[in-house]
């Protein structure tokens, strides 16, 4: 089994590598934010919950995080591995997540980042707002608090995997190509 989780800051491209990872080595991708999303557009108490703090740019709270991600793993028990995009984003996550694989006697295989400059990452998001409409994506005062949550909650799960030797991280710019094949080379790698 392999299990990844992709890091990256907003527009880091995680959701748009992650589809082509699925396929080449038959993962299933769970993205948090796209579960929330799902929640918001069924009006679901949870997608209700989530809304108010993802307007912002602001973490959805662990404890609901962590039992939507429970559920997703645990709708999918054939599945070779999965792909975890965006989660966990915070220490309680990581350490929950890792209990929650290890009771399952699953764990982690590798943790990549995709890196890119805040202004790059700035001009993708605000473009794909144009077409994406999430409220998130379309102005730069929310754009820059998600990256501020990132950088105080997020960043430093960097150490909680380097200490277990799983981080890694690939250079997010270029085309959509070149990262896949940068992503690609790493994960065979450990094949
Ligand atoms: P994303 O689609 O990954 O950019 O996530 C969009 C938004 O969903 C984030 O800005 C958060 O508000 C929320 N979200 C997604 N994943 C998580 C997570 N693991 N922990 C807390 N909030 C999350």
């Keep these: 089994m392999i299990n990844l989780v992709l890091f990256g800051k907003p527009g880091a491209g995680k959701g748009t590598q992650a589809e082509f990872l699925k396929s080449k080595y038959e993962l299933f991708h769970i993205s948090t934010g796209d579960l929330f999303r799902h929640h918001i557009t069924n009006a679901t108490d949870l997608g209700k919950l989530a809304k108010s703090y993802m307007d912002q740019g602001d973490l959805v709270p662990d404890q609901v995080t962590i039992d939507m991600l429970k559920v997703a793993v ?13 989660f966990p984003r915070t220490t ?50 929310k754009i820059r608090n998600r990256f501020d949550e990132y950088n105080s909650k997020t960043a430093p799960l960097r150490d909680f995997y380097e200490d277990q030797g799983k981080f890694h991280s690939v250079n997010g710019i270029g085309s959509i190509d070149e990262i896949t094949g940068r992503l690609t080379l790493l994960i065979d790698s450990f094949l």
């Excluded at 028990?77 to 792909?83: L, R, S, V």
Aim: charged share 30%; hydrophobic share 40%.
């Design 74 to 86: 645990e709708s999918n028990p054939e599945t070779k591995g999965f792909i975890f995009d965006g």
């Design 92 to 141: 309680k996550q990581a350490i929950a997540l890792d209990e929650f694989l290890s009771e399952k006697s699953m764990s982690i295989t590798a943790t990549v980042a995709l890196e890119a400059a805040d202004d790059v990452l700035i001009g993708r998001l605000l473009n794909r707002g144009i077409t994406s409409g999430r409220v998130d994506d379309q102005d730069e005062v």
